[in-house]
T-cell receptor, first 112, second 113 residues
Framework: QQQVKQSPQSLIVQKGGISIINCAYENTAFDYFPWYQQFPGKGPALLIA?????SEKKEGRFTISFNKSAKQFSLHIMDSQPGDSATYFC???????????FGTGTRLTVIP | EPEVTQTPSHQVTQMGQEVILRCVPISNHLYFYWYRQILGQKVEFLVS????????KSEIFDDQFSVERPDGSNFTLKIRSTKLEDSAMYFC???????????FGSGTQLSVL
């Protein structure tokens, strides 16, 4: 069973544009939703995270929008830059279960 | 900034051989994990380790796999008899609070021939 579904698989955005990556989850008991950024040859790095008691969290150019009723959350990258080109993974955690479920990843390419 | 260190960065082995992947977590972390990523696919949970014992493991983590933290610093993943399908990037991760804010190492690329 795929606990977290992510789309699109790949995304090409012009510099300065908005990148949007979507995720949907199955288990309503999940209570922590992070996004990880991965550059080639590196491990995933925590980018931003949200808990289901808020609908939006913003850190700089990165925003998570969270829709609890739809069991969906998305990452928005404003003013996308070539340096943002990486693979992005959404994830979900049931606190106490000690096990992050990752989405399948989105490969973002930002064209200069 | 402290980081999770993994060695080796690449490991090539013959099918059926044993491999040990090594990790030095960040010193104040309490929870430790192994994840793997088959090329182009998602990151998959293998095992979590807390208080010197396995706290959770996935279906992937069968009897061929074991983990150890023998000296309070190194955290190892052993695959007893490697199979072709074990070829993947293996990531060690750690955190201070269970499951959240994981810090990942750069991974060990395991190739089983």
């Amino acid at each position: 069973q795929q606990q977290v579904k992510q789309s699109p698989q790949s995304l090409i955005v012009q510099k300065g544009g908005i990148s949007i990556i979507n995720c949907a989850y199955e288990n309503t008991a999940f209570d922590y939703f992070p996004w990880y950024q991965q550059f080639p040859g590196k491990g995933p790095a925590l980018l931003i995270a949200i808990r289901p008691d808020v609908s939006e969290k913003k850190e700089g150019r990165f925003t998570i929008s969270f829709n609890k009723s739809a069991k969906q959350f998305s990452l928005h990258i404003m003013d996308s830059q070539p340096g943002d080109s990486a693979t992005y993974f959404c994830a979900a955690l049931l606190t106490g279960a000690n096990n992050l479920f990752f989405g399948t990843g989105t490969r973002l390419t930002v064209i200069p | 900034e402290p980081e999770v260190t993994q060695t080796p960065s690449h490991q090539v082995t013959q099918m059926g051989q044993e491999v040990i992947l090594r990790c030095v977590p960040i010193s104040n972390h309490l929870y430790f994990y192994w994840y793997r990523q088959i090329l182009g696919q998602k990151v998959e949970f293998l095992v979590s380790f807390y208080n010197n014992e396995i706290s959770e493991k996935s279906e992937i983590f069968d009897d061929q796999f074991s983990v150890e933290r023998p000296d309070g610093s190194n955290f190892t993943l052993k695959i007893r008899s490697t199979k072709l399908e074990d070829s993947a990037m293996y990531f060690c991760a750690g955190c201070g609070q269970g499951g959240e804010k994981l810090f990942f190492g750069s991974g060990t690329q395991l190739s089983v021939l």
